[in-house]
């Protein structure tokens, strides 16, 4: 069974200052990893995944994340945030098979201070 | 990705009632996925429905509770059963769209007063 461990329920960080947010995972074979967001009040949006090749993967809005298979993480960081970036972020992973569910970390809690 | 339309998008309902939450999508889909996100707290996976089968459900959630049907590979529904406050919550339906990963839809914000 797959497991994912967020260790910061909440990263309270100034804006404009970079932000790390830390993800682990726990597998027995291959899984690929996953970012979500859910902004206050809206639905979960995919923000960034990890299938296949290179390690670093980015999103549209400046994150990126990297998957380090040897400290199985994938942390998700930004060199400079906004205060748009104020969400809820989910690490998930997931064996991605035809009948295979996404299993999600408890999220961590992105405050951005002015 | 898949398109997924739910609704509805939240409702209050008095204890003992029950709701039934819908979701159609804009594509056939081998398997949808039910959460619930109690507030405050990340998503939690209720149970797996496959087109012409009885769905899957994860520990500590049982039928009689969360009675899910899957028709045909575009739809489904849960419904939550005999409601408590307990059970307030944003109830979420998921499906897996290949490569592109889980697309989910918008929510159920339900109330139970």
């Known amino acids: 069974a797959q497991s994912v461990t967020q260790l910061d329920s909440q990263v309270p960080v100034f804006e404009e200052a970079p932000v790390e947010l830390r993800c682990n995972y726990s597998s027995s074979v291959s899984v690929y990893l996953f970012w979500y967001v859910q902004y206050p009040n809206q639905g979960l949006q995919l923000l960034l995944k990890?299938?296949?090749?290179?390690?670093l993967v980015e999103s549209i809005n400046g994150f990126e994340a990297e998957f380090n298979k040897s400290q199985t993480s994938f942390h998700l960081r930004k060199p400079s945030v906004h205060i748009s970036d104020t969400a809820e972020y989910f690490c998930?992973?997931?064996?991605?098979?035809?009948?295979?569910?996404?299993?999600f970390g408890k999220g961590t809690r992105l405050h951005i201070l002015p | 990705s898949a398109v997924i339309s739910q609704k509805p998008s939240r409702d209050i309902c008095q204890r003992g009632t029950s709701l039934t939450i819908q979701c159609q999508v804009d594509?056939?889909?081998?398997?949808m996925f039910w959460y619930r996100q109690q507030p405050g707290q990340s998503l939690t996976l209720i149970a797996t429905a496959n087109q012409g089968s009885e769905a899957t459900y994860e520990s500590g959630f049982v039928i009689d509770k969360f009675p899910i049907s899957r028709p045909n590979l575009t739809f489904s529904t849960l419904t939550v059963s005999n409601m408590s406050p307990e059970d307030s919550s944003i109830y979420l339906c998921?499906?897996?769209?290949?490569?592109?990963?889980?697309?989910f839809g918008s929510g159920t914000r339900l109330t139970v007063v």
């Open positions: 990890y299938l296949s090749g290179s390690t």
């Open positions: 998921s499906v897996l769209t290949g490569l592109n990963g889980y697309t």
């Open positions: 594509s056939q889909v081998t398997m």
């Open positions: 998930a992973v997931s064996r991605l098979n035809r009948d295979d569910k996404i299993i």
